[in-house]
């Protein structure tokens, strides 16, 4: 079965767990797996519930009217496992790099537009948006084997 569906299916979870699923302001149910306020990511630890499986793709969706980044914590990385941020870069120091010096254009998720990243290694994966760190805006993915 389809996560998404499984995810908006399964009764007795907490909306506010699942609220990238079932989707926010409206947007519709499954479209995709995080949303994006203006300084969290919805949910903050997705997802609250379990977790998913090696091969499945995330879905983040800026929902809210702010800029925002997918960055991962390099550092934090399960051994093995690709880099993953929004504008494609190698490395935690490029994407921050990037955004400091481009003015906060390159790997934007701008309001209303989604990035996508396939989780190929189990573990867990710690992820934040750079203008917004400092303000507790991270995230954490866990992968299962």
Same mark, same amino acid.
């Given at each position: 079965m389809? %996560? *998404?569906?499984?995810?908006?299916?399964?009764?007795?979870?907490?909306?506010?767990?699942?609220?990238? $699923?079932?989707?926010?302001?409206?947007?519709p149910?499954?479209?995709?797996?995080?949303?994006?306020?203006?300084?969290?990511?919805?949910p903050?630890?997705?997802?609250?519930?379990?977790?998913?499986?090696?091969?499945?793709?995330?879905?983040?969706?800026?929902?809210?009217?702010?800029?925002?980044?997918?960055?991962?914590?390099?550092g934090?990385?399960?051994?093995?496992?690709?880099?993953?941020?929004?504008?494609?870069?190698?490395?935690?120091?490029?994407?921050?790099e990037?955004?400091?010096?481009?003015?906060?254009? *390159?790997?934007?998720?701008?309001?209303?537009?989604?990035?996508?990243?396939t989780?190929?290694?189990?573990?867990?994966? *710690?992820?934040? $948006?750079?203008?917004?760190? *400092?303000?507790?805006?991270?995230?954490?993915?866990?992968? %299962?084997g």
């Amino acid at each position: 079965m389809n %996560r *998404r569906a499984f995810l908006a299916a399964t009764g007795g979870l907490s909306a506010a767990g699942l609220a990238g $699923c079932f989707g926010v302001g409206g947007e519709p149910a499954g479209e995709y797996d995080v949303g994006m306020s203006s300084d969290a990511f919805l949910p903050e630890a997705y997802p609250q519930e379990g977790a998913i499986e090696v091969g499945e793709t995330v879905i983040w969706k800026n929902t809210g009217s702010r800029t925002h980044t997918v960055t991962a914590y390099e550092g934090a990385l399960p051994e093995g496992a690709a880099y993953f941020a929004a504008g494609g870069f190698d490395s935690e120091e490029a994407a921050r790099e990037a955004w400091s010096s481009m003015g906060g254009e *390159r790997g934007a998720v701008e309001s209303g537009t989604t990035y996508e990243h396939t989780f190929e290694v189990p573990g867990e994966y *710690r992820y934040f $948006c750079i203008p917004h760190e *400092r303000t507790g805006m991270v995230g954490t993915i866990t992968v %299962r084997g």
